[in-house]
């Protein structure tokens, strides 16, 4: 069927699909902090329901139809959000979400250009509600709380059940009721009466949006009556949401941290958060005036001066007519060095008299201040070959392949190799973020790489020098054992290190012939395991030699049947049972009845599957992209490259590329057929790839110039293809992309 209307149409399917589900549905509107409270929600309440949510900021006329088509029979719990920027929006949104559960974090000045006033805004977003049986909002935005009191009396009166309303305060009573809020050393433990009962709970921030979007989550723990303990233990563990940041490396060995967004100090904090995360000694930051946070400027940027204090921050440049006004209250701060400039095109003028070399810098800038101004300068590069790795297209990979899990399937990720040579810890920690149970890596000194840049997931590591196992007990890393050799060495470290219950990893060999015990082996390993006390076998594990290939299905199951079989063994001896895992990507997509308790998720992570069937739902989450350095004319008759093997046929127009094998850019590629992208056409190889560059035939693309963009591959070039045409795998020329060239992270979530 052809529909003109597509974006009704979108949302009527979607509200279709909804229509099918039963289950609870929390919808959460608000001016700030929708994302942040719909992934803490996630976060508290990801072990109790299997559930789903709405990918990144996807909050709009088209965001939310995509969440909402997401459901499927599995979930037992939906959290979504809805923004909108024009009155009548919202009550699209609501057929379509049809909240059971709604939250309302906060009214502020945001978006306020498509309405009259904030009582039209208020009165429009409350909408959302309309069916909804539970309202939590904090009673203390007073106009809030007098629209939605009208709106319960008055809309909601007409239907047959009331709204229950469920408040939150700091000053009068409410169905929650704080009592005290009280700050120390980076955590914020906050008091409360609810049911006249004392409740407490603390959290991992001090900044009082955080607090704010922590109680809007407590108060719906609250009302779902989970458990104290639960409540205070997940709030205790609440992780910072990535806003929608990029990270680049730039000239003088510096990391310039770009966030295009400037408007509250919780995602000033948690963009800090990653620029100490760096591990550089040095940093700087570089702000915007702060829009629409709707607090006083005095307070706000006496706050900021604290958190710069309290962070250690060296250098700050503050740019904007409000930060100079209110640069006297930086002064206290007296180890900062500190610049006030009153737009950004005055401290563009001045920026060459500032020098930035080995040092992190945060780039973080209301839009209109255009920042990028500035991010080009720092990392001003005339050549430049960048892999970008698109986190949150890596995410969203994450998710197709859990929603092929039972509930309650735990994921392990392999990390290894920085991941498939997307980059190590700013994989590994949005996967942290996102919630998967372990991360897998091949050598000790990764593992430690992880947990210097702040990784707290168990990590595996999979083939264990001896003489690591010492380090890897004191950064908590956990062993892949597989024969008695590495077995007994471990446990001799254990012992000497006085570790009880250390867990580790039995790797079990069911026909791949690489690592791990043989079945014939197992007597030994269970009589000797039976003695030791200071190990836990965490897992039992095995790997299936071709999971990918159909061809070979009996062999597979025969490998399943042992792995079985050898796992009861070792449960029965040990007298407990460790968790189960033997499917890779592959093993995922074609062997659901082998997922057991966990799967280890590799190359589908990445967007690739082998199997080809998951090709329309998976990204590619790489591209790697270089420049034109010189474009020339050459006649028929001529030859390009070394051993003069590109043969000129006719009179062309050559491009030479700044890509060559020294990067990872296969040279087998040069014997067949392959090309690069330039304007969206494909370029030919001609002659053979150089260590540093090669050259490609431009002559049928109109209107090409040096310094050009040049895709090597990325969404319009997959890396299979690149593959095929040089005889091997993606997995190989993934992990071969050199480390000279520089990795970008793109964060779509904000
Ligand atoms: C690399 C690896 C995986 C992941 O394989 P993919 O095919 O990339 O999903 C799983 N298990 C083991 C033991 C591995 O070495």
Redesign the pocket.
């Known amino acids: 069927m052809r529909v003109t209307a597509t974006v009704t149409a979108l949302q009527q399917l979607a509200a279709s699909v909804r229509s099918g589900f039963d289950i609870p549905v929390i919808g959460i509107t608000g001016s700030n902090g929708k994302t942040i409270v719909k992934e803490w929600l996630y976060q508290l309440l990801k072990d109790r329901f299997s559930i789903v949510r709405s990918p990144g900021s996807y909050n709009s006329q088209i965001g939310v139809p995509l969440s909402v088509w997401k459901m499927n029979d599995q979930h037992t719990l939906g959290i979504f959000e809805a923004g909108i920027s024009e009155p009548g929006e919202m009550e699209s949104l609501e057929r379509i979400i049809r909240p059971t559960v709604g939250i309302f974090t906060n009214i502020g000045e945001a978006h306020n250009q498509g309405f009259l006033n904030s009582r039209q805004k208020i009165n429009e977003k409350l909408q959302l509600f309309r069916h909804a049986e539970v309202l939590i909002y904090c009673k203390d935005y007073y106009e809030l709380n007098e629209a939605i009191q009208l709106f319960s009396q008055t809309v909601r009166k007409s239907s047959d059940k009331p709204l229950q309303l469920i408040s939150w305060s700091q000053k009068t009573e409410a169905a929650l009721q704080i009592l005290s809020i009280r700050k120390e050393q980076g955590r914020t433990e906050i008091e409360g009466l609810f049911q006249d009962r004392k409740v407490s709970v603390q959290i991992p921030f001090v900044d009082a949006a955080s607090v704010e979007n922590a109680i809007n989550c407590w108060c719906y723990m609250l009302y779902a009556a989970i458990p104290d303990e639960e409540i205070a233990d997940g709030m205790a563990l609440l992780k910072p949401i990535a806003m929608r940041l990029e990270i680049r490396q730039g000239d003088n060995n510096t990391i310039v941290i770009n966030d295009a967004y400037n408007s509250d100090l919780t995602s000033l904090q948690i963009a800090l958060d990653t620029l100490q995360q760096q591990n550089m000694t040095a940093q700087t930051v570089i702000l915007s005036d702060m829009l629409q946070t709707g607090r006083a400027e005095v307070a706000l940027y006496s706050e900021l001066s604290e958190i710069l204090q309290k962070r250690g921050i060296r250098r700050f440049i503050g740019i904007g007519n409000a930060l100079t006004h209110y640069s006297h209250l930086f002064d206290a701060n007296k180890d900062l060095q500190k610049y006030f400039f009153r737009d950004t095109a005055d401290f563009l003028r001045h920026f060459k008299d500032f020098v930035f070399e080995n040092e992190a810098v945060l780039l973080k800038g209301s839009r209109s201040f255009a920042f990028e101004k500035i991010s080009l300068l720092l990392e001003q590069r005339i050549h430049q070959t960048v892999m970008t790795v698109n986190l949150s297209a890596m995410v969203q990979n994450l998710q197709v392949f859990r929603r092929r899990l039972k509930p309650g399937t735990r994921t392990m990720v392999?990390v290894?190799a920085s991941s498939?040579g997307s980059g190590g810890h700013e994989v590994a920690r949005v996967l942290e973020q996102s919630g998967v149970d372990y991360l897998?890596v091949?050598y000790a000194d990764e593992g430690v790489a992880l947990r210097k840049a702040g990784i707290e997931l168990p990590i595996m590591v999979?083939s264990p020098s001896i003489d690591a196992f010492d380090r890897m007990i004191l950064w908590r890393l956990e062993p892949e054992l597989f024969n008695m050799r590495s077995l007994t060495h471990f446990v001799a470290v254990a012992e000497n290190i006085g570790v009880k219950d250390y867990p580790v990893h039995i790797?079990l060999d069911t026909g791949m012939h690489r690592l791990g015990f043989m079945e014939s082996d197992l007597d030994e390993l269970t009589a000797y395991l039976d003695k030791c006390s200071c190990l836990r076998i965490a897992s039992v594990?095995s790997?299936l030699a071709a999971?990918?290939d159909q061809a070979h299905r009996a062999f597979t199951q025969q490998q399943a049947g042992l792995f079985q079989r050898m796992c009861g063994k070792l449960s029965d001896a040990l007298g407990y049972r460790p968790l189960m895992h033997l499917?890779?990507?592959?093993?995922?997509v074609q062997y659901p009845e082998y997922h057991f308790d966990m799967v280890?998720?590799?190359?589908?992570?990445y967007g690739i599957d082998?199997s080809g069937s998951l090709n329309n739902q998976l990204r590619q989450i790489s591209a790697l992209k270089t420049v034109i350095a010189q474009i020339k004319e050459v006649d028929a008759g001529e030859t390009i490259g070394y051993s003069r093997k590109g043969k000129v046929d006719r009179h062309k127009r050559i491009a030479t590329i700044c890509i060559g094998y020294a990067d990872g850019y296969p040279r087998a590629l040069s014997r067949g057929n392959a090309y690069v992208m330039i304007s969206n056409k494909p370029a030919p190889l001609i002659g053979i790839i150089a260590m540093d560059m090669c050259m490609v035939d431009i002559t049928d693309i109109d209107q090409v110039q040096e310094g050009d963009e040049v895709i090597i591959f990325g969404d319009a070039l997959p890396i299979q293809q690149l593959a095929d045409w040089a005889g091997t795998i993606p997995?190989e020329i993934m992990t071969g992309i050199s480390q000279r060239v520089k990795r970008v992270y793109i964060n779509e979530t904000q």
């Open positions: 392999m290894k498939y897998t091949a999979m790797k594990f790997h999971a990918d499917c890779n990507t592959a093993g995922i280890r998720l590799g190359l589908g992570l082998s997995y």
